[in-house]
């Protein structure tokens, strides 16, 4: 019995001590439980217990502290933290710690001399000078966090270990000039960093502080021409738009690295999206003269004759003797290189050239029936092939070899965004043809297009043939007006100019008013009258604002006043005024974009 009862008080005693030690690894758990719920006297009894057991825990000494502070008991903090620092006097933790008790009870001057013996007290150890930065970081502490990694430097001499921390400080507190400075020295210390630098860069600095960064470099390229500060150079350049500095600079690099011509290809194709064609051109023909050996050699020839004729044929002023001479080039091209699936983009570009500006369709026709049966085609260059053939014949007339190319391409790729192009295109056939009924029905298919182009204008031209053909008895008006789109499409200028004159007398009252004004601006913009057309884009505008077209011809004049006119403070009015009056025009997203553009805005 009695040992009985002495097995039973041992099970019990075990048991008490299991839950007592259960109880205990709760603690942690437990304590920071209260914090959460800012029951702050039971959180710090229990992290009190917690660091008398582990004195060397610093997560539970800052959790203590910042429960003392919480309850306003400084009084124990300041004991406590004696206590830690005749143990480790040399833990800059503790001294942060304090210089955060004196600053609770307002003493600004004795916080300070804590901050500074943290910083004071520092070893020349990386991890101890960044441990001790991100400590006063997390209280937003920048200046001392600068002046820690200042003192890093010195104890461990090296003048690029903390740059790019400096740097990431300094853009925090919004001084672009020293962000600029270390951001620089940790590019100097680490060529890798230079994308990472880039990026930052591009995210931060305000366009007009780009004239910083450039004169910083400049400074630097003086006393060491190392490739990433010139590349940074040539990049600032890109961001302002100055494709002439940056190719020159981009120049120098390639001849002096001896590469291939990449990065001056790269900037010509950002050049010639800018429309800065002369830039591109320039850069194009410096890759063409390293030979046909080198990898950009052909598509640099191809791109800068379409640049040249992008040139040429979207001025304000295009002479016959440079659209021949533009010609000659191209041809020239072709004689000394042939006619293959290598050169198909130049022999296209030529066909185009010879179709809408030097009305030469037989021969653009020749030129593109030739392409069409080369062997070894790409499938995708084919059908692009095809489409613009099949353009070229509804130009000349010949509708059924259009419709049939049209619908070869159509079945051919279903469900690609070049199938639902000819598709599209030969919806539209049908309504120059004055078959609305289909067309309307394909419209509003292709109003699902992945393609935004296809799908807007899929959805303009359905509802202005529901709008038409719903207000109309008769169909004799939209067939009129769809003819003269034939005869301009055709550009039989003339010709359209007198349909559109007929259906204005035959339906004086017709709401195709505005429609016709907007057709007639667009005949001005082909042919190249860009003042006449401004004039009547502004005419709808001002007369037919609540008409389908009003959002059109202002977007219309807005790309004539920022491309053909150079007006931007004009321009971007424009762009205004079609997101803020019509928000629901399909052009509202795009105008914003110009707008912000014309503005100097940062775009991602």
């Given at each position: 019995m009695k040992f009985l009862v002495t097995r039973l008080v041992a099970l019990i005693v075990v048991g008490l001590s299991?839950?007592?030690?259960?109880?205990?690894?709760?603690?942690?758990?437990?304590?920071?439980?209260?914090?959460?719920?800012?029951?702050?006297?039971?959180?710090?009894?229990?992290?009190?217990?917690?660091?008398?057991?582990?004195?060397?825990?610093?997560?539970?000494?800052?959790?203590?502290?910042?429960?003392?502070?919480?309850?306003?008991?400084?009084?124990?903090?300041?004991?406590?933290?004696?206590?830690?620092?005749?143990?480790?006097?040399?833990?800059?933790?503790?001294?942060?710690?304090?210089?955060?008790?004196?600053?609770?009870?307002?003493?600004?001057?004795?916080?300070?001399?804590?901050?500074?013996?943290?910083?004071?007290?520092?070893?020349?150890?990386?991890?101890?000078?960044?441990?001790?930065?991100?400590?006063?970081?997390?209280?937003?502490?920048?200046d001392l966090a600068i002046e820690t990694y200042e003192r890093g430097v010195q104890l461990m001499k090296n003048p690029g270990l903390f740059a790019f921390n400096l740097g990431e400080l300094y853009r925090r507190k919004g001084d672009s000039a020293k962000m600029v400075e270390y951001y620089l020295n940790a590019l100097t210390d680490n060529s890798d960093k230079l994308a990472t630098i880039q990026t930052l860069l591009a995210r931060y600095l305000a366009p007009n502080e780009f004239s910083e960064l450039q004169s910083q470099l400049y400074t630097r390229i003086q006393e060491n021409e190392s490739p990433e500060l010139v590349t940074l150079l040539a990049w600032s350049f890109v961001q302002r738009r100055d494709f002439k500095s940056a190719l020159r600079q981009y120049k120098a690099l390639d001849a002096r690295l001896?590469?291939?011509?990449?990065?001056?290809?790269?900037?010509?194709?950002?050049?010639?999206?800018?429309?800065?064609?002369?830039?591109?051109?320039?850069?194009?023909?410096?890759?063409?003269?390293?030979?046909?050996?080198?990898?950009?050699?052909?598509e640099a020839k191809r791109e800068a004759m379409d640049s040249r004729r992008k040139k040429l044929t979207e001025g304000l002023v295009q002479t016959p003797e440079e659209l021949r001479t533009l010609e000659a080039e191209y041809e020239g091209f072709i004689t000394q290189f042939g006619k293959s699936k290598n050169t198909a983009d130049i022999i296209l570009q030529l066909a185009e050239l010879e179709a809408y500006h030097l009305n030469n369709l037989p021969k653009a026709i020749s030129l593109m029936e030739e392409l069409k049966n080369t062997p070894g085609l790409d499938r995708l260059v084919q059908a692009r092939v095809k489409i613009n053939l099949a353009d070229c014949y509804l130009m000349s007339g010949d509708i059924w070899e259009s419709t049939l190319l049209y619908s070869q391409v159509d079945k051919d790729f279903k469900e690609e965004i070049i199938g639902q192009e000819a598709r599209f295109k030969n919806a539209r056939l049908s309504y120059f043809n004055g078959d609305f009924q289909w067309a309307q029905a394909q419209f509003d298919v292709l109003k699902a297009s992945t393609s935004k182009l296809i799908a807007n204008d899929a959805l303009d031209l359905s509802v202005f043939i529901m709008d038409n053909l719903n207000l109309d008895t008769t169909s004799a008006a939209i067939s009129l007006y769809s003819g003269a789109e034939l005869l301009v499409f055709q550009n039989r200028f003339d010709e359209a100019f007198l349909k559109l004159d007929t259906?204005?007398?035959?339906?004086?009252?017709?709401?195709?008013?505005?429609?016709?004004?907007?057709?007639?601006?667009?005949?001005?913009?082909?042919?190249?009258?860009?003042?006449?057309?401004?004039?009547?884009?502004?005419?709808?505008?001002?007369?037919?604002?609540?008409?389908?077209?009003?959002?059109?011809?202002?977007?219309?004049?807005?790309?004539?006043?920022?491309?053909?006119?150079?007006?931007?403070?004009?321009?971007?009015?424009?762009?205004?005024?079609?997101?803020?009056?019509?928000?629901?025009?399909?052009?509202?997203v795009e105008a914003r974009k110009r707008f912000r553009i014309l503005r100097g805005d940062k775009m991602q």
């Amino acid at each position: 019995m009695k040992f009985l009862v002495t097995r039973l008080v041992a099970l019990i005693v075990v048991g008490l001590s299991f839950s007592l030690s259960t109880l205990r690894a709760q603690d942690p758990n437990l304590a920071n439980q209260y914090f959460s719920d800012g029951e702050f006297e039971k959180a710090a009894a229990l992290y009190g217990e917690l660091l008398d057991k582990d004195e060397r825990n610093e997560y539970y000494l800052a959790r203590y502290m910042d429960c003392l502070f919480s309850l306003e008991q400084y009084d124990l903090g300041e004991k406590t933290l004696k206590k830690q620092l005749k143990r480790s006097a040399d833990n800059t933790n503790l001294y942060v710690l304090y210089g955060q008790l004196y600053e609770r009870q307002n003493k600004d001057n004795e916080a300070q001399a804590q901050y500074r013996k943290a910083i004071d007290k520092l070893s020349p150890d990386f991890a101890a000078v960044n441990r001790l930065a991100n400590n006063f970081v997390a209280r937003s502490k920048f200046d001392l966090a600068i002046e820690t990694y200042e003192r890093g430097v010195q104890l461990m001499k090296n003048p690029g270990l903390f740059a790019f921390n400096l740097g990431e400080l300094y853009r925090r507190k919004g001084d672009s000039a020293k962000m600029v400075e270390y951001y620089l020295n940790a590019l100097t210390d680490n060529s890798d960093k230079l994308a990472t630098i880039q990026t930052l860069l591009a995210r931060y600095l305000a366009p007009n502080e780009f004239s910083e960064l450039q004169s910083q470099l400049y400074t630097r390229i003086q006393e060491n021409e190392s490739p990433e500060l010139v590349t940074l150079l040539a990049w600032s350049f890109v961001q302002r738009r100055d494709f002439k500095s940056a190719l020159r600079q981009y120049k120098a690099l390639d001849a002096r690295l001896g590469e291939n011509g990449q990065r001056v290809f790269e900037l010509a194709k950002d050049a010639a999206e800018a429309k800065d064609y002369d830039t591109a051109i320039a850069a194009y023909d410096y890759i063409a003269t390293k030979g046909n050996l080198n990898p950009f050699f052909f598509e640099a020839k191809r791109e800068a004759m379409d640049s040249r004729r992008k040139k040429l044929t979207e001025g304000l002023v295009q002479t016959p003797e440079e659209l021949r001479t533009l010609e000659a080039e191209y041809e020239g091209f072709i004689t000394q290189f042939g006619k293959s699936k290598n050169t198909a983009d130049i022999i296209l570009q030529l066909a185009e050239l010879e179709a809408y500006h030097l009305n030469n369709l037989p021969k653009a026709i020749s030129l593109m029936e030739e392409l069409k049966n080369t062997p070894g085609l790409d499938r995708l260059v084919q059908a692009r092939v095809k489409i613009n053939l099949a353009d070229c014949y509804l130009m000349s007339g010949d509708i059924w070899e259009s419709t049939l190319l049209y619908s070869q391409v159509d079945k051919d790729f279903k469900e690609e965004i070049i199938g639902q192009e000819a598709r599209f295109k030969n919806a539209r056939l049908s309504y120059f043809n004055g078959d609305f009924q289909w067309a309307q029905a394909q419209f509003d298919v292709l109003k699902a297009s992945t393609s935004k182009l296809i799908a807007n204008d899929a959805l303009d031209l359905s509802v202005f043939i529901m709008d038409n053909l719903n207000l109309d008895t008769t169909s004799a008006a939209i067939s009129l007006y769809s003819g003269a789109e034939l005869l301009v499409f055709q550009n039989r200028f003339d010709e359209a100019f007198l349909k559109l004159d007929t259906l204005r007398r035959q339906f004086p009252e017709h709401s195709l008013q505005d429609d016709i004004l907007y057709l007639e601006a667009q005949i001005y913009e082909k042919k190249h009258d860009y003042p006449k057309a401004t004039a009547v884009y502004q005419e709808v505008a001002d007369k037919y604002k609540d008409e389908i077209r009003a959002d059109n011809a202002l977007y219309a004049l807005a790309q004539l006043y920022e491309y053909k006119m150079i007006d931007l403070e004009k321009a971007k009015g424009l762009y205004e005024k079609i997101f803020t009056d019509y928000s629901g025009s399909v052009f509202a997203v795009e105008a914003r974009k110009r707008f912000r553009i014309l503005r100097g805005d940062k775009m991602q």
